[in-house]
């Protein structure tokens, strides 16, 4: 299947979910889950009937008894087991009148039974989609038979696809409230690209739906020199304060093949990991500002608790009333103390980490002189689905105090480099990634792609003695002309004028070349 099919199949599914909404009471981040676990059913019972197949011609050469086949043959395929009456096909063609809704669920127990990796995970919730049963029933098989559209010989990353591309519309759907649990591919994959995470245990305690850990597994798939199964390596663990999100992470790494462990907790106060030292690798996209109080004044983050946590060995960010003033320098050392000798972590974070005060600037101060961040840049507007603001990544590395960067820091301006999607949204492609992943590999001298050097208004490598002379502040544009770029309407406008002019031209020539030759093969003739 090409990427147009691939493309229109997304939006004729997607158009489905639509008409649900539209024939429902329900909003759409509560038909999130049911319309991502039917996605999922599909995938599954596509993978169970290709393995029942394959395993079923492998008995046929066998001689003598044959053993039963149970469900642990399919695990180790690492396929799910589909009992009969939870396969995708036998639901859509239960009878008129037949409750599907609570066939569903049905179905969903009884493969969270036979699959107990899966247990806790699948939706069980599709005789609520509407408050009538017939009208329930006449919801779920018309979203049963769209994604049924779904080819059996599809592959595993198209199924993948579909999932994302599902994730994405609901946040963009839902606005700020779906921004919750996704991050844009683009962004991932370049935090992915920089930290490179080869080998080794990857954590992401804010994990929403799993991305990180998606794009991670892509990154080892591409690089692999011997195939071997990407969980020989990598681990995969994360933590998730919110329960549908956490289900919803299982599901996306069950889709893409992936398991892991995922925790349900609170990352300020729980670390059921033990994660101090552990890990080779951290991303996150974690929640951005999260204040101690909240504007009734209920404690949001309460001090107390976080109290000798050696997690937070740099300090707490507690104002003069003794409230914690901003989360986001507890997020930092939640990542940094979770990293090994070796370790690397990339994530996002609001601007204002950049050069906020008091507290946050004491904390900000001992990152700086211990050596632990190595590479910021500065990401522009419109990248993410649910929100117009700009951002920065930063990236820690363990490494660099023993090389001959760790007197050293880099930044990257970006916020000029980016693809628009429409109006309000931008991406990068990964041409444009690998620019940007370009410098800082240059920058660290790990590949044979020439020597770095600064570039007025992309990138500088700046010394700590610049960063103390300018208040240990680390906003880029200290250190970079940095010129906001916003795509607003009169820019898009432009860009999709001149593509047509663009395309009329080609068009144009493209005629005058058919007739040329048209009239050169006749006189031929």
Not at 477 to 485: A, K, L, P, S
Request: proline share 4%; net charge neutral.
């Amino acid at each position: 299947m090409g990427s147009n099919d691939r493309k229109q199949l997304h939006e004729r599914l997607w158009a489905a979910a639509e008409q649900l909404r539209a024939n429902s009471s329900l909003k759409l981040n509560e038909i999130a889950e049911p319309i991502l676990g039917l996605i999922f059913l599909k995938f599954a019972d596509v993978k169970f009937r290709r393995a029942k197949a394959e395993i079923e011609k492998e008995r046929e050469k066998m001689t003598g008894r044959k053993p039963p086949i149970t469900p642990d043959h399919y695990k180790q395929r690492g396929v799910p087991f589909i009992p009969d009456e939870a396969g995708y096909m036998y639901l859509m063609s239960l009878p008129e009148g037949k409750n599907i809704g609570k066939a569903i669920n049905d179905a969903m127990k009884e493969i969270e039974q036979k699959n107990r990796e899966l247990a806790g995970i699948l939706p069980q919730d599709y005789t609520t989609l509407s408050s009538q049963p017939a009208e329930n029933s006449r919801i779920i098989l018309t979203l049963l038979k769209n994604f049924n559209q779904i080819p059996d010989d599809i592959d595993g990353d198209a199924f993948g696809e579909i999932y994302e591309y599902f994730l994405g519309e609901f946040a963009r759907a839902e606005g700020q409230k779906g921004g919750e649990f996704f991050t844009p591919q683009s962004i991932v994959k370049l935090l992915v690209e920089i930290i490179e995470p080869y080998h080794g245990k990857i954590f992401d305690p804010a994990c929403g739906s799993g991305g990180m850990f998606v794009q991670s597994a892509n990154f080892v798939a591409r690089h692999q020199k011997h195939k071997r199964p990407i969980m020989e390596e990598v681990g995969i663990y994360g933590q998730e304060k919110g329960a549908n999100n956490m289900r919803i992470a299982k599901m996306n790494l069950a889709i893409h093949g992936l398991s892991g462990k995922i925790e349900l907790a609170n990352s300020f106060y729980e670390d059921p990991h033990k994660s101090i030292g552990q890990f080779d690798f951290v991303l996150a996209n974690p929640p951005f500002n999260v204040k101690g109080k909240d504007k009734n004044g209920q404690i949001v983050i309460d001090p107390a608790r976080l109290q000798g946590d050696k997690r937070y060995n740099y300090g707490l960010p507690i104002t003069g009333k003794g409230e914690i003033s901003n989360a986001n320098y507890l997020w930092m050392q939640i990542f940094a103390s979770a990293l090994n000798d070796n370790g690397r972590a990339g994530f996002v974070m609001a601007n204002s980490a950049s050069d906020a005060g008091n507290a946050e600037k004491e904390l900000r101060k001992k990152m700086i002189d211990a050596g632990l961040i190595d590479v910021i840049v500065s990401v522009g507007t419109n990248m993410f689905m649910n929100a117009t603001l700009s951002c920065t990544l930063w990236f820690f590395d363990k490494r660099k105090n023993r090389t001959d960067r760790h007197t050293k820091m880099l930044f990257i301006n970006a916020q000029d480099i980016f693809t628009p999607i429409d109006r309000s949204h931008s991406e990068w492609t990964e041409e444009q990634i690998q620019e940007i992943a370009g410098i800082v590999r240059r920058y660290r001298e790990e590949k044979s792609e020439g020597k770095y050097k600064d570039i007025k208004g992309r990138c500088k490598v700046v010394t700590l003695n610049e960063i103390h002379a300018n208040d240990y502040s680390l906003n880029p544009g200290r250190y970079i002309e940095i010129v906001e770029t916003e795509m607003n309407d009169v820019d898009f406008d432009e860009r999709m004028k001149k593509l047509k002019d663009e395309f009329t031209i080609l068009t144009t020539e493209a005629h005058n070349l058919e007739k040329k030759i048209y009239k050169d093969w006749n006189r031929i003739l």
